[in-house]
């Protein structure tokens, strides 16, 4: 077994019961085991978008090798930008497929003003390319949302009832049962949030099937999610007992006995004495 994996294990189970001791009560493992992971989702989500999204789709469209010129005014800036980040922006232009269009640099005017709200004077420009992301992030998920949600809920109740060959009882496929559930399901939860009228009445029996339907769809999903959250807790005990035997120098044993031994020490000590309230808790 490799020094490196062998360290990768014992950091590995470290981080998992960093989390874990939050159950104890919030302390110095893990909220270190918390900014590390949040430090490096960040780092990483960061590179991958710049890697992904900025360097082949913004600058390969700018400054793309297709149209390379070294003798143009455009590419004798690419090439100064080179000198600093060959890494970034390699001799000859960007290879990644694209014709250049200048019209990205829009974008790139807009990504740059959003940088400047680091400094305090000029901060106000990161407020046009804010206001243009939100903006179009807006009307996209809208017309998503629309699509999606509201066309295709329509497109799926409405079923042909008169079709021949649609067969009436089926679970795993078309029919007419299904059909008729999802048709009333959509209506009643629809009744559900009508709230020009009181629900009261035949509006009130028909809101009333709609808050079932409503209550086995948002039971359905928690227990999905829940589902997916104990496969990955079994997964992480499944490493913990690998890293638990002797090729990882029982990393898992070692590590728990430590943070039982300071967290009950830290019991211990502060034994008697009354967690601090704040004054807007107290009123």
Known sequence: ?????????????????????????????????????????????????FWTQIQPGLFGRLWPASEFSADSFWYKIYNGFSFFLPTVFP????????????????????????????????????????AYT?????????????????????????????????????????????????????????????????HKGMLGKISKVGIYFLMISFGASFGFAVMGRISLLIGRFVDLIKYSGSQFHHATIWILVIMLIILGYDAYRNRGKNTPVSEDAVQ
Not at 20 to 30: G, M, Q, R, T, W
Not at 108 to 127: C, E, Q, V, Y
């Open 1 to 49: 077994m490799s020094s490196t994996a062998i360290l990768g294990a014992w950091i590995a189970v470290f981080l998992t019961f960093g989390i874990f001791s939050y159950l104890y009560k919030d302390n110095p493992f893990y909220k270190m085991a918390e900014h590390l992971f949040v430090g490096v989702s960040a780092g990483y989500w960061a590179s991958i978008f």
């Open 134 to 198: 939100v903006g179009m992030a807006a009307g996209l998920r809208a017309y998503g949302f629309l699509n999606s949600n509201v066309i295709g809920q329509i497109k799926g109740t409405a079923a042909n009832f008169a079709d021949p060959n649609l067969p009436f009882w089926s679970l795993t496929s078309p029919s007419i049962f299904n059909s008729i559930v999802i048709l009333v399901g959509t209506i009643t939860g629809l009744l559900y949030f009508y709230f020009s009228k009181e």
């Open 91 to 130: 001799e000859g232009g960007i290879d990644k497929g694209h014709d250049m269009h200048l019209i990205y640099l829009i974008p790139f005017a807009l990504g740059m003003m959003m940088l400047l709200s680091l400094i305090p004077k000029i901060s106000w420009f990161a407020r046009w390319g804010i």
